[in-house]
């Protein structure tokens, strides 16, 4: 695809943004009266929930910390979350590679010492993706983790930016995504404004890595 197909000459994306916009984002905590914390989340036309369970006492004893919480986290697609009709196990390795990254995000933010011999759950699925979908699952996260009363360093706040032809673009959707282009994930902590996550898959000049990573992380705070 052509430059002018993501961006046109008056500055359009495909969806009608400024390459530096945010998609709309909605949500909306306690949708679940069975969690301890649960939260719904819509950024564009990205869809997910997210529900906690704990602090609660550990199911497996073996991996029980004696000093402080552990973090089990599953991450999994709807089958009809895109136009891709094959149904992901939670042993796909995208699925499992999420919910990792989720986990290791946590585990660095959430007062885990405060919960001792204890574990907190957390269960995340995408309804519908059009892109963004790692962003959404740790913002939906944050938004679960509060409502459970987790006790935590800071909110953790995600967004992604990426490069299309030597053009940097915030909060990318799934056409956006699948160019071939670099996409950059980052979550950070708003009020130290350390970052606790970042990803990238593909390879970028440094000048232009620095513009994207600044643009993902304008993003996440603006989330």
């Known amino acids: 695809m052509s430059k002018l197909e993501f961006v046109s000459p008056e500055g359009y994306r495909i969806d009608g943004r400024r390459p530096e916009e945010l998609r709309r984002i909605q949500c909306k905590l306690g949708v679940l009266s069975r969690a ?28 029980m910390q004696y000093d402080k919480a552990i973090i089990n986290c599953e991450f999994s697609m709807s089958t009809f979350a895109s136009s891709e ?8 390795r995208r699925n ?17 010492n405060l919960f001792p011999r204890s574990q907190i759950d957390i269960y995340i699925q995408i309804l519908q ?8 699952a740790i913002n939906a996260s944050t938004l679960a983790l509060i409502d459970a009363g987790v006790a935590m360093r800071d909110f953790v706040c ?33 009020r130290t404004n350390g970052i606790v996550m970042l990803q990238m898959d593909s390879r970028l000049p440094i000048d232009m890595f620095e513009r994207v990573l ?7 705070r603006a989330v």
């Open 158 to 190: 995600a967004c992604s930016a990426g490069c299309i032809d030597g053009s940097p673009l915030l909060d990318l959707n799934y056409v956006e995504g699948t160019a071939n282009g670099a996409e950059l994930p980052v979550a950070l902590l708003p």
């Open 36 to 63: 301890d914390g649960s939260a719904y989340l819509e950024m564009g036309n990205t869809k997910v929930i997210c529900a906690v369970y704990g602090p609660r006492e550990v199911t497996e004893r073996r991996k």
């Open 85 to 92: 009709r094959r149904k992901r196990t939670k042993q796909d």
């Open 129 to 136: 993706s059009d892109g963004g979908d790692r962003a959404a």
């Open 214 to 220: 600044r643009l993902a992380m304008e993003g996440a």
């Open 96 to 112: 499992v590679e999420t919910a990792l990254i989720v986990k290791q995000t946590f585990e660095s933010t959430i007062l885990l």
